[in-house]
Each structure stands twice: as structure tokens, then as C-alpha cells.
């Protein structure tokens, strides 16, 4: 009888063990369309963090410090509203950015309010299909055109002097959201766990730098959840050289920078490696959050061939986190 009853637990505790990777094998086994769903007049908000640790070498023989380190970081917050709902074309989301803030330390900073600070807020209404592509962006140029307009000295007797801005930190935020799905090649096929696919992310930087981001997104894993099934995408980043000319541009003055980045001349991307990874409710049709890291190398010449070459590190992080509706 004991050895029955031994029996009858093992087969037991094995079905039982058997059962949980069960659900999460199936989900795991077949093609999900991942699509943006919305909901008339309900609205949903996101704190995005745009981060990043500048490291200035300059090499033996300079006459300062040989490292000089900095950092910066821009915290928006943005309340997305739709106004128009097309489950089989373009819904209308109106956008209105909450809060936006500038943190510097550091040898780096402003002689004035940083104008990223101006989206602070701003509205703008912009198109998006059911696969997360955006359409009709011309509110949000016009809003970053305004804050560019903004990144300028009052005093123009030396010239058009342009102070530091996180204008395009705000860029890389709100004109690629839903990008990794967007960029999905056949989205009513679907994809399944460990499939790829590619697309181009904007690289924000303390100085003008023409470069960009060749990304390699991979559907990792569909995890459950009782808010909805979660699609794990993992992401890695490379070098892409020069960045797209449809992307906005905040300013096409010909100005002179102030600081360092204003002193430096000749910068050359050389490197930039990074990864990240999304997850994104399935079921609700919307991103939960997204964390994205990487490192640029940069070389940069002095003015009057001083002999020179500064070498730049930048670590960057971009960050999106889905807030909790308030109460």
C-alpha cells in the first residue's frame, strides 16, 4: 500500500511540474500580431529619462585635467489622449507634455534655461496606424522648431551662439514611439520567439553628431501576466553613419556652440554598441516599458592644428516606463 501511494505522488508532483512551462511553451510556440490599441478619450501616460555620462580625454600633453567627466540628463513626462479611434486605420492621439526637466553636473553646463525645458506644456495632435507607425507629425516638428528657436543667446553681437539643449533627447523619446513594432516587415503574419528584425534609432549627443543607430530587435519570449501577455523584445544597437535626412531637425541656422563641444572641431564616430529590451502588453496593445544602453566613441580635433585629438565616451541611456493612471 505504501508503495502505491509513493507511486500515485510522484505521478502526481510530475503532472504538477509539468503544467507550468505548459502555458508558457504555448505562448511561446506560435506567431502573435502585435498591434497599438486605443481606446476613445482614454488617456495613458509615460515618464521618459534621457541619461548620459560624458568623458572628455584629452590626451598627454593638454594643459588641464587630462579626463574631464560630465553628465546630463532630460525627465519628461507625457499624457497621451486619443481623440479619434480607427481600429483599421489612423487614430488621432493628442499629446500633451506634462512636465520636462533638465539635470546637469559636471564641467558641462548652460548659461541659460535649457530650452528642451520649453516642452513643458506644449500640445500637438499626431496620426498613428494600427501597427504603431506615425503619420501625421507636423505638430510635433513645429513644437521642436519653436524650442530650437529658443536654444539661441539674446545677445547676437559675437555671432548666433547656441547653448547646450537636450532638443534632441526630446526627439529620441516622442518620434520614435512604437518603433518596434512599426518596423515589424510583415505584421499581419506575426512574429514568434526568436525572430528578427531591424530599423534605425536616433542617436541623441552632447554635441552635433551626424549618426544613428542600426537596431536589431528579437521577439525573446511571451511571458503571462494577468494585465495581459507580455512580449519580451530584446534589442541591439550599432553603428549608422550619417542618420536619416527625413528626421527633424531643430535648428538649421549656422551658429557656433558654446563650451567644449563648441571649442572641439572634427568629430568622427567611431564606435557605438548597445543593447536593450521592451516589453509590451500584447493583449492591452501598448508598450509597459522600455530601457535602452549604449556606448558612442568619438574623436574630435582641436582648432589652429594644435595636434590634439580628444578622445569622447558617452554612455546613454533612454528609459520609458508606463505610469499608473491617477486616481
Known sequence: MNSVRILLAVAVVGILSSCAPTQKSALSSRKVRLTVDFQQNQSFRYKFISSRDVAVDWGRGAGKAKIDKSSESLELVVLYTPVEVDPYGLTTIKASCESAKVARAGSRQAGQRDAAESFAGKTWIFTVDPTGKMEDRSQLYDCIRQAGRQTFRADRSQGLVKEPDMIYDFIATQWFLWDSISSIS????????????????????????????????????????????????????????????????????????????????????????????????????????????????????????LGLNPQITIDQTLTMELLAPPK
Request: avoid cysteine; charged fraction near 20%.
Open 186 to 305: 510583415e505584421p499581419v503574419a506575426g512574429v514568434g520567439v526568436g525572430d528578427q528584425w531591424r530599423s534605425r534609432l536616433f542617436v541623441p549627443a552632447p554635441m552635433i553628431l551626424f549618426a544613428a543607430r542600426d537596431v536589431n530587435y528579437r521577439l525573446e519570449e511571451i511571458r503571462p501576466d494577468p494585465n495581459g501577455r507580455i512580449a519580451v523584445i530584446g534589442s541591439s544597437y550599432s553603428l549608422l553613419h550619417p542618420s536619416p535626412s527625413e528626421w527633424p531637425v531643430p535648428y538649421t541656422e549656422i551658429f557656433q556652440m558654446s563650451g567644449t563641444f563648441g571649442f572641439l572641431r572634427g568629430y568622427k564616430t567611431l564606435d557605438l554598441q548597445g543593447q536593450g529590451q521592451e516589453l509590451f502588453n500584447i493583449d492591452a496593445g501598448r508598450t509597459e516599458k522600455y530601457n535602452q544602453k549604449y556606448t558612442i566613441h568619438v574623436q574630435a580635433s582641436l582648432p589652429m592644428g
